[in-house]
């Protein structure tokens, strides 16, 4: 793989390499200086009542594509569509008690970072030719 450091054209040839060439295509550095105006008041958090229901629950959980990669918890949706039935008091309890407390399962927001080549490109030795697709858990 091919990539451009400092004006000059180097090649990278281990994974280690080559990942490091993919994360700084797919993720550019933070600028250097921010843009968002100092003292900048922000409206205040939503604070919906949310009430999730048992029949809600079910029909999300219908609504799954069955034969998507899984992410980082290996639950495949086909489990989850397949026992909606043995699956939906469990999940309402721990959704309703999130909510409740607002709360977030830190592995939750946890994601695994899969790169696919993009179809059709003539050359796949530079990472503009790669996309980033990431399998997220499904709760």
Same mark, same amino acid.
């Given at each position: 793989?091919?990539?451009?450091? @400092?004006?000059?054209? =180097? #090649?990278? +040839?281990?994974? #280690?390499? &080559?990942? @490091? ?8 550095? $933070? *600028?250097?200086? #921010?843009?968002?105006?100092?003292? %900048? ?9 949310? /009430? ?6 079910? &029909? ?12 980082? @918890?290996?639950? *495949? ?10 699956? %939906?008091?469990?999940?309402? #309890? =721990?959704?309703?008690?999130?909510? $409740?407390?607002?709360?977030?399962? $830190?592995? +939750?927001? %946890? ?5 696919? /080549? &993009?179809?059709? $490109?003539? /050359?796949?030795?530079?990472? &503009?030719?790669? /996309? ?8």
């Amino acid at each position: 793989m091919k990539i451009t450091v @400092d004006g000059q054209e =180097i #090649s990278a +040839w281990t994974n #280690s390499e &080559k990942g @490091d060439a993919l994360a700084k295509g797919f993720f550019p550095l $933070k *600028p250097a200086v #921010s843009t968002v105006p100092p003292n %900048t008041e922000y409206p205040p958090q939503c604070q919906a009542d949310v /009430r999730i229901t048992a029949d809600q629950l079910q &029909k999300q959980l219908h609504k799954l594509k069955p034969y998507k990669a899984p992410g980082p @918890d290996g639950i *495949p949706n086909i489990v989850l569509t397949k026992c909606t039935e043995l699956l %939906t008091a469990r999940l309402l #309890s =721990i959704f309703v008690a999130m909510f $409740k407390h607002t709360l977030i399962y $830190k592995p +939750w927001k %946890t994601f695994t970072m899969v790169v696919l /080549r &993009k179809p059709g $490109k003539p /050359r796949y030795d530079i990472p &503009k030719v790669y /996309r980033p697709i990431a399998l997220l858990n499904t709760m």
